[in-house]
């Protein structure tokens, strides 16, 4: 079954971390096509970190310093390390494989909940 299943989310306090996961089945995993979004209440989904095409990395202006995405191809599995949490990062994180010139579905997880503490 084609899916992505975010991991890693909960409760942290200001200045601390987590580990976000995203395991992609299905065979939807692609190098350079994933990526982290998030959503606060109220707010529009946003960019936190991705892939690109080109084989880079993008990353909000917000988190850069802050946050790290990596892969392992092997399994299948993204990840975001995340640290020195601000209570602003709260939100709803969500993983996210873009269309690719192999199959131009967009796939995205169910997303996991992130809250920061002042």
């Known amino acids: 079954q084609a899916q992505l299943v975010e991991s890693g989310g909960g409760l942290v306090q200001a200045g601390g971390s987590l580990r976000l996961s995203c395991a992609a089945s299905g065979g939807i995993f692609s190098f350079n096509a994933m990526g982290w979004y998030r959503q606060a209440p109220g707010t529009q989904r946003e960019l936190v970190a991705r892939?690109?095409?080109?084989?880079?990395?993008d990353y909000a202006g917000s988190v850069k310093g802050r946050f790290t995405i990596s892969r392992d191809s092997a399994r299948s599995t993204v990840f975001l390390q995340m640290n020195s949490l601000k209570p602003e990062d709260t939100g709803v994180y969500y993983c996210?494989?873009?269309?690719?010139?192999?199959?131009?579905?967009?796939?995205w997880g169910q997303g996991t909940q992130v809250t920061v503490s002042s």
């Open positions: 996210r494989r873009e269309p690719t010139g192999w199959d131009r579905v967009d796939y």
């Open positions: 892939f690109t095409n080109i084989g880079s990395t």
